[in-house]
């Protein structure tokens, strides 16, 4: 999978990407980010506006935020979700409005895990301070669940599944992944990174099972393999499916690149289309960040698994994005705090690499803001 120029000479940000029947018009994406801002679980006009900004602002696909599969597998209380009805109608009203705009919407489907049942970066505990750590089930929270019985530092401790829970696992990330659909989504991405339940699993510093679930990485990677055929069962041939991963835990003893590489080969596979390179959040460790800091990882997984990635991670520049195509770094790259910044990032690097204005998906109502 060399990297090569545009088809008609673009930048390579701008040249479009076709995974099974779906098409993006560029591959400048929004990465999946937490809003903290539903109730039970419901998206509402933040949600709107946030998604449908950056849609607006040029970004071929933008990917809604960690949707819990289950109520309990929220990250925090305020955290949507697509375990029931009223939630597909909610996010079609979002997902219409960023098609309107000519975008793709994506949506992450995820399960905290031991790291659920947390108090959002703004809420505020029952003592009218900030809160921190787990929320208590009397303050609206609930008892978290892992593959074993070890808290993340500074929460409650979880209490391991069972087998008969973890059985359960693939049908609630199927059963989220039907309504994905009815609720208009181009694309979903299984959570495995970050720290949360797949994640948990994957790594040996968090499973400690002696099941079939724990143990050999074969046997950790177990759920995600079966997570990921129910949701390929249920979702169309021409929707591509993306897995996010940690590729490593940046820490002694935890998951490591090669071991993800492996994964990631495997889950080419089993269906999966293109895998989202993230690093870290299993458990505390000093990262070394920096601008494109988890570039490496995603081209060792890229080249040693045979699957597109893309690249997250401190991209912030334009020729910085575009020139990790060039080298074949990742085949699209996921712009997150720098889309926070700036809901238009992507039409202002069209500007900067000088691509047309009817390349670079501006809205007709925005015209009259162009760099010419």
């Known amino acids: 999978m060399g990297a090569a120029a545009g088809w008609d000479g673009v930048p390579l940000l701008f040249d479009p990407l076709t995974l099974r029947g779906t098409t993006f018009a560029n591959r400048i994406w929004l990465a999946p980010m937490c809003q903290y801002s539903a109730v039970d679980g419901v998206p509402n006009d933040w949600h709107l506006v946030h998604l449908g900004a950056r849609a607006s602002g040029g970004f071929g696909l933008v990917i809604a935020e960690a949707s819990a599969v289950v109520p309990e597998g929220r990250i925090s209380p305020q955290d949507t979700g697509l375990w029931n009805d009223a939630q597909v109608t909610a996010w079609r009203r979002v997902t219409d409005f960023v098609h309107a705009r000519g975008s793709l919407a994506g949506v992450q489907l995820a399960h905290a895990g031991r790291k659920a049942s947390t108090y959002s970066p703004f809420a505020v505990g029952p003592d009218r301070q900030p809160g921190h750590g787990s929320v208590p089930v009397a303050d609206g929270g609930w008892p978290t669940v892992g593959p074993s019985a070890l808290a993340f530092p500074g929460l409650a401790a979880p209490v391991a599944l069972s087998a008969a829970q973890i059985a359960d696992l693939p049908g609630a990330f199927a059963a989220a992944a039907r309504r994905a659909l009815a609720a208009g989504f181009d694309v979903i991405e299984l959570h495995a990174a970050h720290g949360y339940l797949l994640h948990e699993f994957l790594s040996p510093l968090s499973n400690v099972r002696t099941d079939p679930y724990g143990g050999s990485l074969e046997n950790r990677a177990r759920l995600l393999v079966e997570v990921t055929d129910a949701v390929r069962a249920v979702w169309p041939d021409d929707r591509p499916l993306f897995v996010r991963v940690s590729a490593t835990d940046w820490a002694e003893g935890g998951?490591?690149?090669?071991?993800?590489?492996?994964?990631?080969?495997?889950?080419?596979?089993?269906?999966?289309?293109?895998?989202?390179?993230?690093?870290?959040?299993?458990?505390?460790?000093?990262?070394?960040?920096?601008?494109?800091?988890?570039?490496?990882?995603?081209?060792?997984?890229?080249?040693?698994?045979?699957?597109?990635?893309?690249?997250?991670?401190?991209?912030?520049?334009?020729?910085?994005?575009?020139?990790?195509?060039?080298?074949?770094?990742?085949?699209?790259?996921?712009?997150?705090?720098?889309?926070?910044?700036?809901?238009?990032?992507?039409?202002?690097?069209?500007?900067?690499?000088?691509?047309?204005?009817?390349?670079?998906?501006?809205?007709?109502?925005?015209?009259?803001?162009?760099?010419?």
């Open 255 to 372: 998951l490591t690149v090669e071991e993800v590489t492996h994964v990631a080969k495997e889950l080419a596979a089993h269906g999966v289309d293109l895998v989202d390179v993230s690093t870290g959040g299993n458990v505390p460790a000093e990262i070394p960040l920096g601008p494109g800091y988890q570039v490496p990882a995603a081209r060792a997984v890229r080249a040693g698994s045979g699957l597109p990635v893309t690249a997250v991670g401190l991209i912030t520049d334009a020729r910085q994005a575009e020139q990790l195509l060039v080298d074949g770094a990742a085949d699209a790259v996921l712009v997150a705090r720098a889309a926070l910044r700036d809901p238009h990032w992507a039409l202002r690097a069209a500007h900067e690499l000088a691509v047309e204005v009817d390349r670079a998906g501006w809205q007709p109502q925005y015209l009259r803001g162009t760099w010419r």
